[in-house]
């Protein structure tokens, strides 16, 4: 069974930097799409991020909007891990947040993410 465990979350003020970790285990990462989600308090869940398999045309990365620029999606196959690196973090930033796995690959923002990590809570100060 797969199974996803976030870390690197915490208490940073506004404009700083954390990078959060996905740990993979229960499959073949390579195969899988990885996505970040993130939910705040009493908002629904939201998409942040995303990144494809490696194929023979490279790897795609996605992301929305409001994170584009600022975050930075990567995965590292030999350690079975994706990451989310965020600068110029915002109070808005707040949320928890969720790496998810895609098994087709396409990593795409509305590609069916069947598994879910517990999330990692990160808080922006301002």
């Known amino acids: 069974q797969v199974q996803l465990v976030e870390s690197g979350g915490g208490l940073v003020q506004a404009g700083g930097s954390l990078r959060l970790s996905c740990a993979f285990s229960g499959g073949s990462f390579r195969s899988y799409g990885i996505g970040w989600f993130r939910q705040a308090p009493g908002k629904e869940r939201e998409y942040v991020a995303s990144?494809?398999?490696?194929?023979?045309?490279?790897?795609?990365?996605y992301y929305a909007d409001s994170v584009k620029g600022r975050f930075t999606i990567s995965r590292d196959n030999a350690k079975n891990t994706a990451y989310l690196q965020m600068n110029s973090l915002k109070p808005e930033d707040t949320a928890v947040y969720y790496c998810?796995?895609?098994?087709?690959?396409?990593?795409?923002?509305?590609?069916?993410?069947?598994?879910w990590g517990q999330g990692t809570q990160v808080t922006v100060s301002s």
């Open positions: 990144i494809s398999v490696t194929s023979w045309s490279g790897i795609n990365t």
């Open positions: 998810a796995a895609d098994r087709g690959g396409r990593g795409q923002p509305a590609s069916p993410y069947e598994f």
